[in-house]
Nanobody, 125 residues
Framework: VQLQASGGGLVQAGGSLRLSCAASGITFSWYGMGWFRQAPGKEREFVAGMRWSGGSTSFANSVKGRFTISRDKAKNTVYLQMNSLEPEDTAVYYC???????????????????WGQGTEVTVSS
């Protein structure tokens, strides 16, 4: 299983970015995907996630109303659309795959089985 995250970059506060996470070696029909981020000196934290089947989603309070998560089944890819970015959103963003059959979106790092390499997002003030 490989997860390839992309789409990070430098953006001004108030701007937008769309992150992508393309998966190979696995089909997400029954699994979950999540986005986490890790800022320098901080622990990795949950940002958003979704169950592939049914499309249920969950977001951290800090990003609700600004970020959305979506999927493209044909491309086996999950996206994180980030709008109204703030300097506090600066971090390396990681996508993860949760291979359990749980119905709820996983929000803890230990619940994810595979991780992408991370893509860096920098929001300037």
């Amino acid at each position: 299983v490989q997860l390839q995250a992309s789409g990070g970059g430098l953006v001004q506060a108030g701007g937008s970015l769309r992150l992508s996470c393309a998966a190979s070696g696995i089909t997400f029909s029954w699994y979950g995907m999540g986005w986490f981020r890790q800022a320098p000196g901080k622990e990795r934290e949950f940002v958003a996630g979704m169950r592939w089947s049914g499309g249920s989603t969950s977001f951290a309070n800090s990003v609700k109303g600004r970020f959305t998560i979506s999927r493209d089944k044909a491309k086996n890819t999950v996206y994180l659309q980030m709008n109204s970015l703030e300097p506090e959103d600066t971090a390396v963003y990681y996508c993860g795959a949760d291979l359990s059959l749980r119905s709820a979106v996983a929000s803890m790092t230990y619940e994810y089985n595979y991780w992408g390499q991370g893509t860096e997002v920098t929001v300037s003030s």
